[in-house]
């Protein structure tokens, strides 16, 4: 069974960074699609950024802000974030497709994601 397990949230000033981190176990994250994804209170997830062997996709919010990239040696999944925002605040999950070595179209949703982390909360003080 996957686990995931995320670490480097907490809470930074307006126009920090975080590194966001992915750790899994009995999965490879070099086969398959893979993603971040987030949720503030009162609002629904949204896929944040994904990857497969195609390389990387965001939406429009973190572009040239955030940047997915996978750990090859230690297995690892990372989400450096940088110029960070209020409206970045969110509790932040790792998650990994099981079947499939491309992201849906629609992976924003969560679609062909398989296995999802715990979540790990992301707070930027104004």
């Known amino acids: 069974q996957v686990q995931l397990v995320e670490s480097g949230g907490g809470s930074v000033q307006v126009g920090g960074s975080l590194r966001l981190s992915c750790k899994a176990r009995?999965?490879?994250?070099?086969?398959?699609?893979v993603g971040w994804f987030r949720q503030a209170p009162g609002k629904e997830r949204e896929g944040v950024a994904a990857?497969?062997?195609?390389?990387?996709r965001y939406i429009d919010s973190v572009k040239d802000r955030f940047t997915i990239s996978k750990d090859y040696a230690e297995n690892t999944l990372n989400l450096q974030m940088n110029d960070l925002r209020p409206e970045d605040s969110a509790t932040y999950f790792c998650?990994?497709?099981?079947?499939?070595?491309?992201?849906?179209?629609?992976w924003g949703t969560g679609s062909g994601m398989d296995s999802w982390g715990k979540g790990i909360l992301v707070t930027v003080a104004s």
């Open positions: 990857i497969d062997r195609k390389g990387a």
């Open positions: 998650a990994v497709a099981e079947l499939f070595g491309r992201c849906e179209p629609d």
């Open positions: 009995q999965y490879t994250f070099s086969h398959y699609c």
